[in-house]
């Protein structure tokens, strides 16, 4: 999620940073094979596609999008009944949309060609809602916090000027061997090596919903805090001039048709050095897709890659991956002005980082009285009523603060976990992650989405964009 900080805004002095046609070696559908010895079922279907993508979020949807309009044909394989992944949109009964997932593009070539394809209009994020500025308030007891103290200013140009010694990192994960101490130190060490206390509030209103933020190898909090997340807070950043993001996927879908497959999971999968027979199960039935190649955009933990045929060196990979557990909703709040953002800050913790589980922060929308309150889980795996019940407890102390708060009332609610994949620092010195982008090509596989490059829509668009053409295309 990406906030507005508060006043203060950055002056950051800053350098410039800086087809092969597909051959087809089409299966062809051959239902009456081996189909049913290999996944002990036979599918009701079966299609043929130069590419079969799965998982239809932000990467696997700009892959599928980007693949048909340079002439191979697709299908895209999603779990749920939409596309868009983190991508939600509210509409109140009068029609008028909140964004409760992603909010705002950086702006860059991709994100403005992909919105330009379907003809949708960006513009630029409007932060004048909150003239009011932000309330720090401790959400478990309604005690008011102060301001950071220091010049944040000087401590967020010092951290941007570190970050511009790593300009590989807004590539993706190509890290130099051995890798350099910045990257591996926790948050917490960082910190105090380079005095940037003065930073960190503004930092963790952008890096949200890792979990124990202060442990986390630095390097993470430098993919999404990055530069060009830096450029975005300087210069603004975009997003889609109904306020509505899932429009996008949306369009994403009408033009996929029946090129696309909802609510379908992977049954079974079979993939070799000449393509990937992949059967999937979708509510008329299930489908044998017969593909050339085989884009993965999930987040690649065991939990999630039930069916798949992974060998041992990807399962010992993604075995590795701890997650983080984040959650959005939208609430009726009424007795807090439009004007404000209420911040969750701890009053008595270090550098007054909000105790997890709770509340990040609750967003004034467009709409009178109503919030988007982003919730954090930490390593925590919550239910529903237990986010729902913990951000209405946060709300209510807000009457401790001089609010005069009706009982909330919450009106949708998105869980995004699993969130961040992260391994231990040691881990990637060790060079987890060149270990991970070894596996791309490996059995015509591919893989993008945030564990592969950043939780940034427009840099995985950019990096999906280089997959597509130094990989996919080329091999
Ligand atoms: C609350 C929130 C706010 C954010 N705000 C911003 C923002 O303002 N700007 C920004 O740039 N970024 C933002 N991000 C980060 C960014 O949106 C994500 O990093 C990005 O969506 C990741 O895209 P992805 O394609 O890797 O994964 P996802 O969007 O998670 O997509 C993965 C898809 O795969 C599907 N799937 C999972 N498993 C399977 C399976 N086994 N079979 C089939 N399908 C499966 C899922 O249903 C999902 O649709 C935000 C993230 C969150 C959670």
Redesign the pocket.
Known sequence: ??FPVDPTRLVLVVSIWLGLAFSLPSFGPNLDDDTESTFGKEPSDAITRDVCV????????YAAIRLRELGRSVVL????EQ?????RTYYDPEGRPID???????NNTEASNFFAHFNIPLTGQDFSRISEGSQRIDLRTGQRVPPPSGNVTDAMMRYVQILLQYPYLSDGWDLPDPVPEDLVLSFREFIEKHDLGAAVETITLYV??LGDILSYPMVYIMKYFSFGVALGVQSG?STSASRANGELFQAARNELGDDVLLS???AGMERSDSGARILVATPSGDVLIEADKLII???PLLK???NFDLNDQERELFGQFGNSY?Y?TVLNLSGVPNEVQILNRGADTPYNIPVMPGTYVFYPSQIQTLFTG?FGGGSQNMTEDEVIQTIKDNALQLRNAGFDVADPEILAY?N?SP?NLFVPAEAIARGFYRNLYSLQGNRRTYY????WH???????WKFTERLLNERVFVD
């Open positions: 999620m990406f799965i998982g239809g979020g932000a990467a696997g949807t394989v999603e779990r749920e596309l868009g992944g983190h991508t409760y997932g992603v909010w705002v593009y950086q949200q919903g950043f379908a999971t992977v955009a999930i987040p999630q890659l039930e984040y959005t982003f998105g995004h969130f993008t989405g945030a564990a950043a939780h940034d829509s427009a840099a995985l």
